[in-house]
């Protein structure tokens, strides 16, 4: 008889790890269900390495599945309200230069394309994009709070995602995990992954807690990936050549003053060879500068850096974080998924590390295989999705890059080089030439980036296209004048009755957010 | 603007303490204390708001659609025979003064004057029979709402909370959805854990609830008084809990 899958051990804490374990945990009862037992190994000597303090607004979902109260979530892990980001200086490197990519689709993006539309009528008036098609880059430019204190736990007025402390937000999570949902938690080292003769894995060795077995294993053991990538040598598949910035410098820098503002969304500047990450959180930002070491020497990056912080850098030290873009061929293998870093990263320009985990545990939660016979077609579809999944985000990750028009650095001439630009890309973005990004240039149902998404960027950054002639401009107008003007509207409305971003982040320490 | 009462700045102030509807006609709901509810009951919807600075729940009887607008107030009537201490006080109400709470009034509330009306100080600048009285019922108003609050509480505790949506068919065609209401869910009542449901009936809080839930008959109230009012009636009216 096909052996049942019972016991799931988690390998590595962190935010993978304990995301992971609170899904499956929550989503199979296990706190009361003797059916499923998860357990979750971490050695005390591994760090959490805290990729990106920022997450998508699916972290709303994957917190609510928990059952976790976003009050306590806001309180404990020191985390805000992330409406988007700006990118600064990514077009021509001229200071005053940016654009928005929000949370919020454009209005009426389910009913009629605005892109043409925009050309044909906003662009003309000088009105950007994001501010022509919706009132999230208004919130965001006035640090606005997306929702009121009288709005429900993980309810919105503007779509939204949170920035936080990462390192708090898994101690959050495992206290979570252990107090309210059953899973066992060892602190221990791992000294060897057995295997089976049929090539799964069979248990691990530890040091003080002996061997343990299990049906399924959950690979969160961050860089190390220690059974996809050291156990079963699943090759490393690097993108260095599409996306070049290997480096991040990183500095936690406090405010000048206790009470000043905090920003609703990331920014994100463009340098030289690089990019720098500022995000707000309630008593600190977190600053960081991600570059490629080929074009710019260490010591020249950390200078760009503190240049950007100002005086208020110069107590301060910073850490270097070595990135290797990429992620594992397959990451199911057998009876072993790996989770997070494990499985790959890529840097953090639009924060997909967390959503990537969000979005493999979903897979696993959602349809653990309830037998080892299931795993083998289970698998193939999860590694068939993910597969896409990176090659997708890696594509959209450097649109960002391929659409500069900066001339002051070999780095960014270099992101244009035909040859650095992938196949899928180059052919997109030819066709955008002639017609607006749309659904039908995305077959994957559940698309990571889809085509608003590329709308904000390549109009943010002036993409070269044109399509007011498109003979749907005509027939559409009336329809679009009034997406427009129900995006001016309510433009309006939230930004004279949503409070500024601090006070609501004070509000909810003080009073909490009502569940309903 | 709120302020502590004075007898050396307001010791001849007089206020004009007959029900003044001009006062309460663009008033859309009124705080209730937990005593409160028995009489509210009869005359008015009960619900739930939200405090727009915290959040928190407050108890309410409510007066019609809109937040700034009675519909008990008509033809310069108000059509209920029962009104909340929070309409009654008028411009009075506690004030916070280091750790001690003291009777402070809206002095620019148009009720409050020189002449006429019932004088808060005497002659000798002390409290007036009047105002000592209506300053005791506030200090016992302000312990109901704490009472109130206490059972919201419970009930938030509880998950018993929901949100209450009402959709109003106009004769004129629109369709309006009242948002910001809140009630009782009476299937997570039933739902309860016997223990949890042995303890919230002890203590009052489902005596209360049911209070609470039986005043939902009184939206039938409140849309005969807006067919009462000039403008589109409303032809049909429905109330969804917990959507």
């Known amino acids: 008889m096909d052996k049942q899958i019972e016991h799931i051990l988690i390998v590595g804490g962190g935010s993978a790890g304990w995301i992971t374990a609170a899904r499956i945990a929550s989503r199979y009862d296990v706190a009361s269900n003797a059916g499923i037992r998860v357990t979750l190994i971490e050695s005390q000597s591994v760090g959490t390495v805290g990729v990106g303090e920022g997450t998508w607004p699916t972290m709303r979902n994957t917190l609510r599945k928990c059952g976790i109260s976003e009050t306590e979530f806001l309180r404990s892990c020191d985390a805000t309200f992330k409406q988007g980001a700006r990118f600064n200086r990514w077009t021509d490197g001229s200071s005053g230069e940016g654009y928005y990519h929000p949370l919020n689709p454009p209005q009426g993006s389910a009913q009629l394309n605005l892109s043409g539309h925009w050309m044909a009528t906003k662009a003309a008036q000088g009105i950007d994009f994001a501010n022509a098609v919706d009132f999230q880059a208004a919130l965001c430019d006035a640090g606005l709070a997306p929702k009121s204190i009288t709005t429900p736990e993980y309810g919105a007025i503007a779509n939204y995602a949170y920035h936080l402390d990462a390192v708090k937000f898994a101690a959050f999570l495992r206290d979570h995990c252990v107090g309210k949902l059953g899973v066992r938690h060892i602190i221990d080292e791992v000294t060897k992954i057995s295997m089976a003769e049929n090539g799964d894995v069979s248990g691990i060795e530890t040091n003080a807690n002996g061997y343990i077995e299990a049906d399924m294993f959950i690979d969160c053991s961050g860089f190390a990936s220690l059974i996809i990538g050291q156990a079963y040598g699943v090759p490393f598949v690097e993108c260095h050549e599409v996306l070049f910035c290997d480096s991040a410098l990183a500095m936690q820098v406090p405010y000048a003053r206790p009470d000043d503002p905090i920003a609703t969304h990331t920014i994100s500047t463009a340098q030289s060879s690089g990019w720098i990450w500022d995000i707000g959180l309630p008593t600190r930002k977190g600053i960081g500068h991600v570059y490629s070491s080929a074009h710019i020497s260490h010591d020249q990056a950390e200078a760009e850096l503190r240049a950007y912080i100002g005086p208020l850098a110069a107590n301060l030290s910073a850490r270097r974080i070595p990135i290797r873009s990429g992620y594992r061929k397959t990451i199911w293998v057998k009876n072993c998924v790996a989770v997070g870093l494990s499985g790959g990263f890529l840097e953090p320009l639009e924060a997909s590390a967390l959503m990537l985990v969000e979005k493999a545990v979903d897979f696993i939660a959602d349809r653990l295989p309830r037998t080892r016979g299931a795993m083998h077609i289970l698998s193939k579809q999860f590694n068939i999705s993910f597969e896409h999944h990176w090659m997708r985000i890696i594509e959209f990750l450097k649109l960002h890059y391929v659409l500069t028009k900066r001339e002051d650095s070999d780095f960014w001439r270099d992101n244009r080089r035909s040859e650095s630009v992938p196949d899928g890309l180059a052919e997109k973005l030819e066709l955008w030439r002639h017609h607006p990004p749309s659904p039908d240039d995305f077959a994957h149902a559940n698309e990571v980036f889809s085509w608003p998404s590329y709308q904000y960027v390549m109009h943010g950054m002036g993409f070269e296209a044109d399509y007011r002639r498109d003979p749907l401009i005509l027939a559409e107008a009336h329809q679009a004048a009034r997406w427009f003007a129900q995006a001016a509207q309510m433009t309006k409305t939230a930004t004279s009755q949503l409070p500024p971003h601090r006070d609501l982040i004070d509000s909810i320490s003080r009073y909490g957010l009502q569940a309903v | 603007m709120l302020e502590a009462l004075d007898p050396q700045r307001h010791g001849d102030l007089h206020l004009k303490s007959d029900f003044d509807i001009s006062s309460v006609e663009n008033r859309g709901h009124a705080r209730l204390g937990f005593s409160e509810m028995v009489n509210a009951a009869a005359d008015y919807p009960i619900i739930f708001m939200k405090d727009g600075s915290s959040g928190a729940f407050h108890l309410c009887a409510l007066f019609g659609f809109e937040s700034n607008r009675s519909l008990y107030a008509l033809g310069q009537i108000w059509h209920a025979n029962w009104l909340p201490m929070d309409i009654t006080r008028g411009p009075l109400a506690l004030v916070q003064t280091g750790r001690e709470w003291v009777v402070g009034a809206n002095t620019a509330d148009p009720r409050l004057s020189k002449t006429g009306g019932q004088a808060l100080y005497t002659p000798e600048r002390r409290p007036s029979s009047w105002l000592t009285t209506a300053t005791a019922r506030l200090l016992a108003?302000?312990?109901?709402?704490?009472?109130?609050?206490?059972?919201?509480?419970?009930?938030?505790?509880?998950s018993l909370i929901?949100?209450?949506?009402?959709?109003?068919?106009?004769?004129?065609?629109?369709?309006?959805?009242?948002?910001?209401?809140?009630?009782?869910?009476?299937?997570?009542?039933?739902?309860?854990?016997?223990?949890?449901?042995?303890?919230?009936?002890?203590?009052?809080?489902?005596?209360?609830?049911?209070?609470?839930?039986?005043?939902q008959g009184q939206f039938s109230r409140l849309r005969q008084l807006f067919n009462a009012h000039s403008g589109p009636d409303i032809l049909a009216m429905s109330l969804r809990v917990g959507v």
Request: aromatic letters at 4%; glycine letters at 8%; proline letters at 1%.
């Open chain 2, 141 to 158: 108003h302000r312990e109901d709402l704490a009472a109130a609050d206490a059972f919201t509480g419970a009930l938030v505790k509880a």
């Open chain 2, 162 to 215: 929901a949100p209450l949506k009402v959709e109003l068919n106009l004769s004129d065609g629109q369709v309006r959805e009242i948002t910001g209401l809140y009630t009782i869910n009476a299937l997570a009542i039933q739902q309860l854990e016997v223990s949890l449901a042995i303890e919230l009936l002890r203590n009052g809080v489902l005596g209360g609830a049911f209070n609470l839930l039986a005043t």
